[in-house]
């Protein structure tokens, strides 16, 4: 089996093992089912603001770590990433907006504990994986988080009468992206070559899971 068909099969098989179980996002149900308050959605937006940003600034980090380490393909990768989070941050503006957040209430907001571990942890990865290690983790939880975008889309649409340019940061990463799918078997392969260690981007996609599980667990509790 060659190594291209290898590290494709490498990000399925982490992916799969790494899927949450149906417990482990109790809030993304409340919105398919329109029993999520608009308090607590204005507090999914407030919180994607800090993500967002911080996401951000870890993947260029993580780009500019590729670039000196050499390792162009993951170089690649991550520059789509912080890019990608350019775009999403403009759509988040108009989902805060159709929620009635303006400037003031974003920068007023106090962050959640539950929901910003995620970012903090991206933000270790960002000074400390090896960023091949890096891709697969993070592209493990990537598949989760676009099947949650798409039902929070349809939720907002159904029972929130939330329009197009409202939901387009939910759409955003629910699209497929195979741009970026490619980047990220040619950056795994480029890791398979140069000695990846499996074991330790999948305790890294572990954790990542299970801070995302955190981020919509804490949400649910929100009244």
Same mark, same amino acid.
């Given at each position: 089996?060659?190594?291209a068909h290898t590290a494709e099969a490498l990000l399925q098989a982490t992916a799969a093992e790494l899927a949450p179980h149906a417990g482990d996002n109790p809030f993304?149900?409340?919105v398919e089912q329109g029993t999520a308050s608009r308090a607590a959605l204005a507090a999914l937006a407030?919180?994607?603001?800090?993500?967002?940003?911080?996401d951000q600034r870890a993947f260029a980090h993580l780009a500019e770590r590729s670039t000196a380490r050499g390792e162009s393909a993951c170089a690649a990768f991550f520059g789509s990433l912080a890019d990608g989070e350019e775009i999403a941050a403009g759509h988040l503006d108009a989902l805060s907006a159709a929620l009635g957040l303006d400037a003031a209430a974003i920068g007023a907001y106090e962050t959640e504990p539950g929901c910003q571990a995620y970012?903090?942890?991206v933000a270790r990865l960002a000074l400390t994986a090896r960023p091949p290690e890096a891709v697969l983790a993070l592209s493990a939880n990537f598949a989760a988080w676009g099947g949650y975008c798409a039902r929070i889309s349809g939720g907002l649409r159904a029972h929130y009468g939330l329009? #197009?340019?409202?939901?387009?940061?939910f759409d955003f990463f629910a699209a497929p992206a195979p $741009?970026?799918? #490619?980047q990220a078997v040619a950056a795994v392969r480029a890791g398979l070559d140069s000695g990846l $260690?499996?074991?330790m981007a999948y305790r890294s996609g572990r954790l990542l899971q299970s801070y995302e599980s955190m981020f919509w667990s804490t949400l649910a509790e929100r009244p």
């Open positions: 089996m060659g190594t993304v149900p409340k407030l919180e994607q603001h800090h993500v967002i940003a911080s970012p903090s942890y329009g #197009e340019e409202a939901r387009a940061f $741009d970026l799918d #490619e $260690d499996v074991a």
